[in-house]
């Protein structure tokens, strides 16, 4: 298992909409088993009783029934 320590950052756009970030460190990002690539479609999910977040590259069932935006 590969770990790191982060934080969630917000940043609110000039038009009031709020954003939610969390940064990944390089030494994790750039490790040869990190599941992920720029530009992946990510799936993410909250146990809220566990208090965790799951991150998952989106397949295309979720793709076709996540809501639309606006």
């Not at 990002?29 to 990190?34: G, I, K, P």
């Not at 599941?35 to 993410?44: S, V």
């Amino acid at each position: 298992m590969l770990r790191a320590r982060s934080r969630l950052r917000k940043k609110v756009h000039v038009s009031g909409n709020e954003y939610y970030y969390i940064h990944i460190p390089a030494k994790l990002a750039h490790d040869s088993q990190f599941p992920f690539k720029e530009g992946d479609e990510l799936a993410i999910s909250i146990d809220v009783n566990s208090s965790k977040m799951i991150i998952q590259k989106a397949d295309k069932k979720f793709s076709k029934n996540r809501r639309p935006r606006g």
